[in-house]
């Protein structure tokens, strides 16, 4: 009674710190924040605008539009921190926004990190959720918050595996019996598909974009393997050569053969996993295959590409962009049973 009492007073909450977005999950009611990793600044100062407000959404609104006087920043690179101080003024404000009915208590969290990251790393996600109003703060890494999201089987003695590609890394892991045997993580992902767009626009059409377009532009007609029907879309940036706004018609091909490089990459991390499993974990895979979660998934195309090359099934997850914040929340409900496998603030 005093343990749901508490819930009520104070929700749990599963967050997936993301470079790109990040996912905030209550147990029991699912995701209720989903917004973009960024922070609004008053330049030269570490004055985050509208009273702290100016986080998530509308601080992406600003980014690349802002005048002299504001900068729009990104606390996070490559799935860590990089400015500590604007990292806690965001989860603050999405830990507030979660817990708005918690009259002042401290919730229990579940953060997703990338399984590369070093102690020191590790401290700066506990020290900055602790400091944001967190109250006993957990880390599990994104590839096994994943695997659980996603609903595989890893507590069975079978291999299990995932590849999830979110905004500043890949992370691919092979799970069975609910640990991870096989794991690399790859600072290969949705911001490096991004960049390789930019940087064809630049080389072969002469037009400079900005981050925003280049993600547009991938979602739109960017693909990994050949489209039943090819696309083209309008793209609008500024001209290197004479230096005044222009359009571009660009197909998908083009954006395929631009995207080739950071997509094999992300390839050949999946297959270095593989080729460290003993021949048994690769025998499950055949049958069990591969899930693709987190947006790189949404990328069209990739998963014929992989079944192609790997020669296993591989399929999407339900919902990819939310897969992690979903496994930390089911971590949540049954931490008793995952305990043993997080990382505590107490234990560091």
């Excluded at 605008?49 to 992406?60: D, F, N, P, T, Y």
């Excluded at 006087?69 to 003024?89: H, N, W």
């Excluded at 930019?198 to 489209?227: C, N, W």
């Excluded at 593989?274 to 949404?298: F, H, K, M, Q, Y």
């Amino acid at each position: 009674m005093l343990q749901r009492f508490r819930q009520w007073m104070c929700p749990d909450l599963g967050i997936d710190l993301g470079t790109a977005n990040t996912l905030v999950a209550i147990q029991g009611e699912g995701i209720v924040i989903d917004e973009p990793s960024v922070v609004a600044l008053q330049k030269g100062t570490r004055q985050v605008l509208g009273r702290g407000s100016a986080v998530g959404k509308l601080a992406k609104q600003m980014l690349g539009r802002t005048p002299d006087s504001i900068t729009a920043v990104r606390p996070l690179k490559d799935g860590v921190i990089t400015d500590f101080e604007l990292c806690e003024a965001m989860l603050q404000y999405f830990i507030r926004k979660a817990t708005k009915q918690s009259r002042g208590m401290r919730p229990r969290v579940v953060i997703a990190v990338p399984g590369g990251i070093t102690p020191v790393e590790k401290r700066a996600v506990f020290n900055s959720a602790e400091r944001a109003g967190a109250g006993r703060v957990y880390l599990i890494e994104e590839s096994k918050a994943a695997s659980i999201g996603a609903g595989l089987p890893i507590s069975e003695p079978m291999a299990s595996m995932v590849c999830d590609i979110g905004g500043g890394t890949s992370e691919v892991a092979v799970l069975s019996l609910g640990e991870i045997v096989a794991a690399q993580s790859c600072r290969v992902a949705g911001d490096e598909l991004d960049e390789a767009i930019m940087e064809y626009m630049k080389q072969h059409f002469s037009l400079r974009i900005g981050d925003q377009t280049a993600e547009q532009v991938k979602m739109e007609i960017g693909s990994a393997y050949p489209l039943e029907r090819e696309l083209t879309t309008e793209v609008r940036g500024l001209d290197t050569i004479s230096g005044v706004p222009r359009k571009a018609i660009v197909t998908s091909e083009e954006i395929r053969d631009a995207l080739q490089e950071p997509v094999e990459a992300i390839l050949a991390c999946v297959k270095g996993v593989i080729e460290r499993c003993n021949p048994e974990l690769v025998a499950d895979l055949s049958d069990n295959g591969l899930v693709l979660t987190g947006g790189g998934a949404l990328l069209s195309g990739l998963d014929k590409l992989m079944n192609e090359q790997l020669g296993i099934p591989v399929r999407i997850a339900d919902e990819p962009l939310t897969t992690v914040a979903r496994g930390t929340s089911i971590c949540l409900e049954h931490l008793n049973h995952w305990r043993s496998s997080l990382d505590s603030d107490v234990e560091l």
